[in-house]
Structures are given as C-alpha cells and as structure tokens.
C-alpha cells in the first residue's frame, strides 16, 4: 500500500524516529542519487516560495527531476479544471505528489485520488506536517533528545497551525512541559488544552514574556497578524508585547534555542540574530534534510 | 369526524402486510428522510402521513414501505435527522420486529461540513465524517478535521 503524509498524527512516534534518523544522515551527506530516474510532481496551488524551495533542494539533492506548478494563475485550476481531474493527469506523469493547495483537506482529497504518494506542503489552516518534522529534527539536533522539553509557544496560538501540530507530536514523546504566551484573543484552542490534560501533560498560560522564559528548552515564536483581530484597537494594543528582543534573553538557559517557522515580520528583533540562541535560519536548512528523509522515507529508498 | 379520520388513518397505515412502517419521524424531515433511504427511487407501494399529533415531537410523520426491509446502517443514516424514529418491521400483518435507530461511527454523503474552506465545499465529491460525540452530535470531517457540531450540522 502506498504511504502518503497530511496530517502529523498520521505517523507514529517509531515513524517520527525514523524520519529523524533519516534527517542525520542526509544531514552528513546530502547529495545522493536515491530519486534518479524519478518524477516529482511539486503542485503549488497556493504560492509559498519558501517551502517550495525548500521541497525541490531536497528533490534536486535526491536526484529527482521536478515537473509542476509554481505560479497559481498559470494553472489549470484557474482554468475551472477541478483538482480531482488535475490530480488524476499529474498522477499518471509522476511518481510522487508534493503538493500545497489554499483550501482544507485538499491534500487528503489528492490522496485518495491519486495512486501515487502525496505529501501535505500545507492546506490553508489545516495542517502542514513536513514543517513540524523539520520543527522536530531541529529540537532533536540541538537538545539531544525529545524527551524532557520545555517548550514556550509565543504569538498567535489560535490560529497557528505549526503550534498546534508541534504540540500534538511533541505530546508523543516523555514528559514534556508547554508554556503559552499570548493575548486573550489568540489563546490555545481549548480542544488542544483538553488533549493535554487527558494525556496529563502539564501546561501553563501567560499573558505576556516574563521572567518565566529563564526555564525554557525552546521558544517558538509566531507572528501575530492583524487581520486576526476583529478590533483593530486590540491589535494596536498587543502587537508590540510579543516581540522578543536580545536583553530579554540574558537570564535564559545556555541549551535553549528559538525557533520560528518563518518567514518573520518584527515578533522577533534583529539584534537577537546574532545571539548564539537564534536558530531559525539553521532551522529552515534543516527543512532540507528532513524533507529529503520524508521522500525516502514514503518511497522506500532507505 | 376529527376521530373518524384518526381512525380512518390508522387503518390504512396499518394495512401492510410485509414490510416496514417507520414511526415518529419529524414532519419537517420527512422528505429527507425519503430521499435519505432512496424511496424516492423504488417501485414499492408507499405510504406516509405528515402533520400527525405526536406527544414528544409535537407533529410526527409516518412512513409504510410494503416489501422493504432495512439494515441496521442503512437506517442509521437517518440518525441525524430522525433520532427518535421507531421501525416496525411487519410480516404478515404482524409486528415481527422492533428497531431503534442508532447513530453511525461514520456518515458518508447526507451532511454538509461547516467549514466555507473544507475542500468538500469546492469540489464534487462525496463528505466523510466520524462521529466523535452524541449529544450534542459532533462531526469530524475527514477532510478538513474540523468539527461540525450541534445545529451546523446541515443536509446536503
Ligand atoms: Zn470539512
């Protein structure tokens, strides 16, 4: 049976495991030819330079040739062509689906259609699981293990579809603690915070950055976005409580590192760039190496 | 005469001699629940009543299919637009069998997923639900992996 990757949870934590172990290696070498010979479609319905870039590196890495769409307006969804009938076309021409599309539940659509494997590059608020496996390689890489994390989630927790992602995966693993910071108005959905403490994982929520960010592994930032805001006021209020700037971090552990799935607007300062705990960029280049341990991985080549 | 035409009513919805007779159906669902169960599209002798007093509903409606026989998840579809239906299943004028209708793990068609973003709302194709929760009802669509909750929950 084929293996496609939507969702998260769709994986185990053995395949969490393994993915990483992937990541290593490709890590130490990452060219190698496993995709000669082999077709990727990479269908970005949606733009998102950024993690289409990031998908066909670890494509061109692999050896594998690209076909696709990069820019929406030239594609034949703009046409009136349904993505069922795309999705059947582009699955006879190629031998794997990576595909991003605006709307929810269009990959697992593309799944069932399609004979060949599809991975999620993101639909709409959905989810987006290949960003939370780079999310994790990049924990796993810097503290060593997944076990024992403190992780502060910071900005826009309601909406943010990495967060929440993260969460449940990290969920898998042993003994982890969550810190949320962010305003009223984007707060942890409450079905998260009932997984939680169904599993009895400990969780706390704070309003603002304090002192308390002395205990954490890893900060993850979001942005905070103002169309998330009915009241343009609340958003003028909050959007400068959010940011994290270099002075704050003095107090913070030695091992800890801030991650964000980027791209960033202003949540986290320049001047922190050059902190030592800054790992975000590093961060997006592991998105190759995980992304090369997903293909081989759903297509058997390790 | 009101008493004369219960009556009258009765007789005839009692006048089957095998098949099934679905009871307290909500009259404002009644022709959902007709085409839920593809009546619509069968060559059987049917009979229903609307508008029908009914203590626990108010208004009832009253369904008789002569030859028809149901499997328990074919009429567990109409859970959610019916959980109240009672089936009589008659075999040679008699009542041979009881049946409740209960709610599916699953819903495949029938429901419209809330969320205006769901691929299911954008492309022709077939709904998927698990039912997560019974009171209220909780939907989760396959797709988007939102849920449908409570008075969302509409007929395609
Ligand atoms: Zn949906």
Redesign the pocket.
């Known amino acids: 049976m084929k293996r496609d990757l939507i969702s998260i949870t769709d994986y185990s934590k053995d395949e969490y495991l393994e993915i990483m172990k992937l990541a290593a290696e490709f890590e130490k070498n990452p060219n190698q030819n496993l995709l000669e010979g082999k077709v990727v479609a990479s269908l970005f319905f949606e733009p998102s330079t950024r993690t289409r870039l990031s998908f066909e590196t670890a494509i061109s890495r692999l050896g594998g040739r690209i076909i696709g769409i990069a820019d929406p307006g030239s594609s034949s969804t703009s046409k009136g062509e349904t993505l069922h009938d795309t999705i059947k076309m582009v699955s006879n021409y190629a031998d794997l689906i990576v595909m991003r599309h605006s709307l ?2 269009a990959a697992r659509y593309a799944a069932e259609v399609s004979p060949v494997p599809v991975i999620n590059a993101g639909d709409g608020a959905n989810q987006h699981p290949t960003q939370t496996l780079l999310d994790m390689y990049s924990i796993l890489k810097t503290q060593g293990s997944l076990d024992n994390i403190n992780i502060f989630m910071v900005g826009d927790l309601k909406y943010g579809r990495t967060v929440h992602s993260l969460l449940m995966a990290m969920s898998e693993f042993e003994n982890p603690i969550f810190n949320f910071i962010a305003p009223p108005e984007l707060q942890m959905p409450a079905e998260y915070k009932m997984f939680l403490r169904e599993k009895g994982i400990r969780f706390f929520e704070h309003r603002e950055f304090t002192d308390i960010i002395s205990e954490a592994d890893i900060i993850y930032m979001t942005r905070v976005q103002k169309e998330r805001f009915s009241d343009p006021i609340e958003y003028e209020q909050v959007k400068n409580v959010y940011i994290l700037r270099n002075e704050m971090l003095a107090k913070t552990k030695p091992n800890l590192k801030i991650l964000h799935p980027l791209p960033r607007v202003n949540e986290i300062h320049t001047d922190v760039d050059k902190n030592e705990k800054a790992y975000y960029f590093t961060q997006a280049l592991n998105g190759v190496y995980t992304r090369e341990a997903i293909i081989s991985h759903i297509m058997n080549l390790k | 005469m009101k008493d004369n035409n219960k009556k009258k009513l009765k007789l005839k919805v009692s006048a089957i001699k095998d098949g099934t007779v679905i009871d307290h159906i909500p009259t404002q669902n009644l022709f959902k629940v007709i085409s839920i169960l593809g009546l619509d599209k069968i060559e059987n002798q049917i009979t229903f009543g609307a508008n029908l007093e009914s203590g626990k509903l108010g208004s009832k409606a009253i369904i008789k299919v002569s030859d028809r026989f149901f499997e328990d998840d074919e009429i567990n579809k109409i859970a959610l637009i019916a959980p109240h239906a009672k089936l009589n299943i008659i075999r040679d004028y008699e009542v041979a069998e009881k049946k409740v209708v209960g709610v599916p793990k699953e819903i495949t068609g029938i429901v419209k ?3 205006p973003k ?4 954008h492309e022709k194709m077939t ?1 998927r639900f698990r039912v997560v929760a019974t009171s209220p009802i909780a939907l989760r ?6 849920h ?1 909750v409570g008075d969302q929950i509409k007929m395609l």
């Open positions: 929810e539940g | 997923c809330f969320n769901c691929i299911t709302n709904t669509c396959k797709y988007c992996e939102k449908t």
